[in-house]
């Protein structure tokens, strides 16, 4: 990439039909969250530099869409990460997963017609993407969208641009044709008349509830389907019989991995009275050996990316301990340089509490006691949020119920998120979690939209055309006996009734009429 210095620093600059783009809407500095000290910057594209993105994809829609599978697959897997297990799956599947469907007709009346479903591209998605997992949470997606035979737009958060930049550069020398991948640094403006303009053809985001409902909001204006994963407010449960050793060492880790700023993090634990108090200590154990990183690179839990979000977990920490929470471990901020806060462990929590209501999305582990599993269930399905959920049992019976009942997108027994790296699962949540699936099957037919396409060799008339004479009248009365009547007896008398019609076999032929006997009966 270009490395022109500005102010000491190298700028980056979009990346738009195959070509680096120098911005002319300012300049944007990024920062490493665990020093402050600034590191490169990126020149931002002004609107009408976006919108020539866009008019770029649109341009390269119709030759990217018309290439093959395979060599949409070689270029996946082309200087482009090969080792991730996403890419090898689209590669390897992809073409299967999106394979025309033949159709047998369902309806005695279309025998004559052959019929499939074929899964035709959008033309330009758009992805939005946030500063949390932005090389995981990006390319996965833009894979399949191309791999379907979409062009993409790629926007990465502010805090995470110079990754989103990279991925413009591999995406060029993965020999992708000019204007299937662009990478876009806009500021918010500019990002907005992305979300607004009419030639996208499906937007994908990944970010805040509230900032969700405003691309849902502008998508709608123009009828522009949209995927939403929006994150969570996700809850585990441990139950009485539950491998404790291992419950704990799991939700610790799923709570503080990438210092809890993860839309599966576990942000809610219910335990069984019963097992509180040998959980918690085997939790405090846990945690008290997960250091925070320090300059050599040892430790576990990093920094915070942005210092409001740091703000955040301290408001719902204070909130939490005005109202009677008490805090077992952590608790602070860690003092000195760098966007730091420590593990931390809060018992006595209840619904009543921010903590235990909106997304924290930071280091924090809050522990409440139940008395039984229903209170559990209940309460961990009492949240606007539904993307992951775990149990903790070694009872089967007790994870079948908690796989029937807890309301979320992804239940998991004694582990929590893991199936994100699996390329095969959807990944997606319910109610404010977002709307639709990204990963697996189901993330590849989100690129795609079903198209029923059916071929007639147009000798004949169809049966309903005109005219409708007297004896159109009394085949087309005899038609809904002779399919639909409940009684065996009366749907063949109908159907005898019918083959006393001309038009019928004219129309089908003896063929066509026996390949649908199976409708009949």
């Not at 035709?120 to 995981?136: Q, S, T």
């Not at 018992?347 to 924290?360: A, N, P, Y």
Request: aromatic share 6%; with cysteine; hydrophobic share 45%.
């Amino acid at each position: 990439m270009a490395t022109e210095t500005v102010a000491g620093l190298a700028t980056r600059h979009s990346w738009v039909g195959g070509r680096e783009v120098e911005g002319r809407g300012g300049l944007r500095t990024a920062t490493n969250p665990a020093t402050g000290e600034a590191i490169a910057q990126a020149s931002l594209l002004d609107a009408a530099q976006a919108a020539e993105a866009i008019a770029t994809a649109r341009a390269a829609f119709p030759a990217w869409s018309r290439t093959s599978f395979a060599e949409r697959a070689r270029l996946l897997v082309a200087e482009v990460l090969p080792s991730l297990e996403a890419l090898q799956h689209l590669s390897e599947h992809g073409e299967d997963l999106l394979r025309d469907e033949p159709l047998g007709p369902g309806q005695l009346l279309l025998v004559h017609k052959r019929a499939r479903v074929v899964y035709a591209p959008y033309g330009v998605v758009l992805v939005i993407k946030p500063w949390n997992y932005p090389w995981g949470q990006s390319l996965p997606v833009l894979a399949a969208a191309v791999l379907a035979g979409n062009t993409v737009v790629l926007k990465p958060a502010p805090a995470t641009t110079l990754v989103g930049l990279r991925m413009g550069a591999l995406a060029r020398k993965a020999g992708f044709p000019d204007g299937v991948v662009s990478v876009l640094a806009v500021d918010d403006g500019v990002a907005a008349s992305l979300v607004d303009d009419p030639r996208v053809g499906k937007i994908v985001f990944t970010g805040s509830v509230a900032t969700g409902k405003k691309v849902m909001a502008a998508a709608a204006r123009n009828l522009t389907p949209v995927v939403l994963e929006l994150g969570g407010k996700d809850a585990a449960i441990v139950c009485r019989d539950a491998d404790l050793d291992v419950a704990a060492r799991g939700i610790v880790w799923n709570s503080f991995m990438n210092a809890g700023q993860t839309c599966s993090s576990v942000e809610r634990v219910y335990v069984e009275r019963p097992v509180l108090e040998p959980f918690l200590a085997k939790v405090l154990d846990e945690a008290r050996r997960v250091r925070l990183k320090d300059a050599q690179g040892g430790g576990e839990v990093g920094p915070l990316t942005l210092e409001r979000q740091r703000r955040v977990v301290e408001a719902h920490l204070a909130d939490a301990v005005s109202r009677g929470a008490r805090v077992l471990l952590g608790g602070k901020r860690k003092a000195g340089p760098g966007l730091f806060h420590e593990p931390t462990v809060v018992v006595d929590v209840d619904h009543g509490m921010t903590l235990m209501r909106e997304e924290t999305f930071g280091p924090v582990l809050p522990v409440m006691a139940v008395d039984s599993l229903d209170e559990a269930i209940r309460l961990a399905n009492d949240s606007e949020y539904g993307l992951t959920a775990s149990g903790w049992t070694q009872s089967a019976e007790t994870a079948a119920r908690l796989q029937r009942e807890l309301v979320a997108g992804v239940v998991s027994i004694n582990d929590h998120s893991s199936s994100f790296a699996e390329p095969q699962a959807p990944w997606g949540g319910v109610k404010a979690s977002g709307i639709g699936r990204i990963h697996g099957r189901a993330g590849l037919r989100e690129m795609v939209q079903p198209k029923y396409v059916s071929f007639d060799r147009g000798r004949k008339p169809a049966l309903w055309w005109y005219p409708y004479d007297a004896d159109y009248r009394r085949l087309i009365a005899g038609v809904a006996p002779a399919l639909y009547a409940t009684s065996f007896a009366r749907r063949l008398a109908g159907q005898l009734g019918l083959m006393r019609f001309g038009r019928l076999w004219r129309r089908f032929g003896i063929g066509r009429l026996l390949l649908g006997l199976d409708k009949l009966f």
